[in-house]
């Protein structure tokens, strides 16, 4: 499995049960000493968003020992996929996820 398979593989597992509703997306993307993940939340996060961004990160975080990974919450529920792919300019985009 490649770091892109892999890399997916690892962010669906994190998301099955974990995703709440005011997830728009999450964007996950390959650098050279980690990954970055980014999660676009519909509106301005809740405790139970907070947490469930916790579980998906730390499970990631699992599949990955000595790797830097870091994460960003982006609230925004208008603009179109392109634009936030965009925003991820310069890392090897590997997923998409649409909530």
């Known amino acids: 499995m490649d770091g892109k398979e892999h890399a997916q593989a690892s962010l ?3 998301l099955q049960g974990n995703a709440t509703p005011n997830i728009r997306a999450v964007l996950l993307g390959l650098k050279p000493d980690g990954l970055f993940i980014r999660f676009v939340l519909h509106r301005a996060p809740d405790g139970e968003d907070t947490d469930s961004i916790g579980i998906i ?3 990631v975080m699992a599949d990955y ?3 830097i990974i870091e ?3 982006l ?3 208008n603009s179109p996929a392109p ?3 965009e925003s991820m300019q310069g890392l090897d985009l ?3 996820y649409g909530g």
Do not use: P, Y
């Open 12 to 14: 669906k597992r994190a």
């Open 75 to 77: 609230v925004d529920s």
């Open 83 to 85: 634009v936030l792919i």
């Open 65 to 67: 020992d000595h790797s």
């Open 71 to 73: 994460h960003d919450t």
């Open 57 to 59: 990160t730390t499970e």
């Open 94 to 96: 590997v997923v998409v």
